[in-house]
């Protein structure tokens, strides 16, 4: 069985290696000459926590294979960016694109699968009808399938075989043979149902988070208003067996998050009241912060700003769609001075220290906007001297503020 993956991004390389790594062959395309050579180096363009050492060894023992151009193989997998138009309509170009490619290669009993995050009715829609132009009987002679991605970056290669899998085929036998197919690493359940179906169940899965997102940000907007704590509140709350609030923070960053929501709206805009006032509600949280900083800072004469966090979360290299950038952005063109501090982040930018102290030293005010673990665990009594005003403001609940008042920083709280 060889199975050739369009798409060498977050999602299409790290699957493409777990099939290789339990002995299928597959060949990996990206349009990308950039990431093809990268990954022929085997220095992998994502940094993904065992990433690098899967790609040495498949590449090593010749099961993995990468190029520009596709190959014939028995399944192709689909992996492509599907990124947001400005109108907030999917750009389904990149799915297009590559199902055009693949169709010279395509014969009788082969296998398409889709992961990408589309709009409903995509595979209906636009595969279908592009993958028809190969004259082999949909259905009978090509069976084609739609299995969202899942995973987590960060904890991608154990979610990829624990979390369940949803497989969505135009038929049970496109459903069944791309079922067969992931048991090879799935070690979750795999639940079969129709195309369209497993479209929506992605996009209900990111806009459930969004939205629970949104209520958390607006209880904090609340319990600011009346002075009390919401992250203990929500804590308190998530005591009950029902109830599972997420956390308030400076935004929602990320390529997913923010983005699949919008594909659920453009089908029906007006009744997705909910979803676009999620989306609204934390699209405009950096807003706020921005707003609070300067509030915290407006006494001070020539205030030096340090923000902590530039990654989109806690733990990952990543910026992608990063809060921390529209916050900073925003601060350097209000005329601020802006110091930047992420252990996590190797990209040089202006203002951007590469310790802890560097970042402390002469700060009027710590801004911590992304929860890294090692946020949790700074030693104030080291760098408290070095800040010339003693002021932190939290947005990700990563210190105590007791802890803090005691050493004579003031310490001010998204949220409370
Ligand atoms: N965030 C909060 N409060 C929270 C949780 C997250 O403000 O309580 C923020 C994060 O700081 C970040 C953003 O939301 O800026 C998104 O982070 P995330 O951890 O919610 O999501 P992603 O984008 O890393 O991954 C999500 C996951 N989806 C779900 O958990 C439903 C992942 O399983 C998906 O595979 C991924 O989107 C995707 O590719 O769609």
Redesign the pocket.
């Known amino acids: 069985l060889k199975i050739c993956v369009i798409g060498l991004g977050y ?1 299409g390389l790290p699957t493409a290696v777990m099939f290789a790594k339990y002995g299928l062959r597959v060949h990996g395309v990206d349009v990308n000459s950039e990431v093809v050579t990268s990954l022929i180096h085997n220095n992998p363009h994502i940094n993904e926590p065992g990433l690098k050492e899967i790609v040495t060894d498949v590449i090593h023992r010749g099961l993995l294979t990468v190029s520009s151009e596709p190959e014939e193989a028995n399944v192709f997998i689909i992996a492509v960016q599907t990124p947001i138009n400005p109108d907030k309509t999917a750009n389904l170009e990149y799915v297009k694109i590559a199902a055009e490619n693949i169709v010279p290669f395509l014969k009788k009993g082969d296998l398409v699968i889709l992961e990408s ?1 589309v709009p409903p009715r995509t595979v209906e829609d636009v595969l279908i009808p592009t993958l028809q132009r190969s004259k082999l009987e949909i259905g009978s002679e090509l069976f084609i399938a739609y299995s969202p ?5 960060g904890k991608l290669f154990e ?1 990829l075989v624990t979390n369940d899998r949803i497989v969505g085929g135009i038929n049970l036998l496109s459903s069944q043979k791309t079922a067969d197919l992931y048991k090879h690493f799935v070690k979750g359940n795999i639940h079969i149902t129709d195309a369209g179906t497993a479209e929506i169940v ?1 996009l209900i ?2 806009s ?2 969004d939205i629970n ?1 949104a209520f ?1 940000n607006e209880l904090a907007r609340i319990a600011e208003v009346i002075g009390i704590d919401i992250w203990q509140a929500i804590k308190l709350a998530n005591s009950h067996p029902r109830v599972h609030v ?4 400076p ?8 983005v ?1 929501p919008w594909f659920l709206v453009e089908k029906a805009p007006r009744e997705a009241e909910l979803i676009t006032l999620a989306r609204s509600i934390n699209d405009s949280t950096p807003q706020r912060v921005i707003r609070m900083i300067e509030t915290a800072v407006r006494e001070i004469n020539q205030p030096v700003i340090t923000l902590l966090g530039l990654a ?3 733990n990952i290299d990543d910026m992608r769609e ?2 921390s950038l529209v916050i900073m952005n925003a601060l350097i063109m209000k005329g601020y001075n802006v110091k930047v501090f992420d252990p996590l982040i190797k990209t040089a930018m202006e203002g951007k220290v590469t310790t802890l102290e560097e970042a402390a030293r002469d700060s009027d005010c710590l801004v911590f906007l992304t929860d890294h673990d090692q946020f949790r665990t700074i030693d104030y009594s080291l760098i408290k001297d070095l800040l010339r005003t003693k002021m932190v403001l939290d947005m990700k609940n990563v210190t105590e503020r007791n802890e803090l008042t005691d050493l004579g920083i003031t310490c001010i709280k998204i949220g409370s």
């Open positions: 999602i995050t991605e899942r995973v987590l970056p979610e992605k899965e990111n459930y988070r997102i958390a997420h956390n308030p923070g935004g929602v960053g990320g390529h997913c998050i923010a699949d989109f979360k806690g990063s809060p």
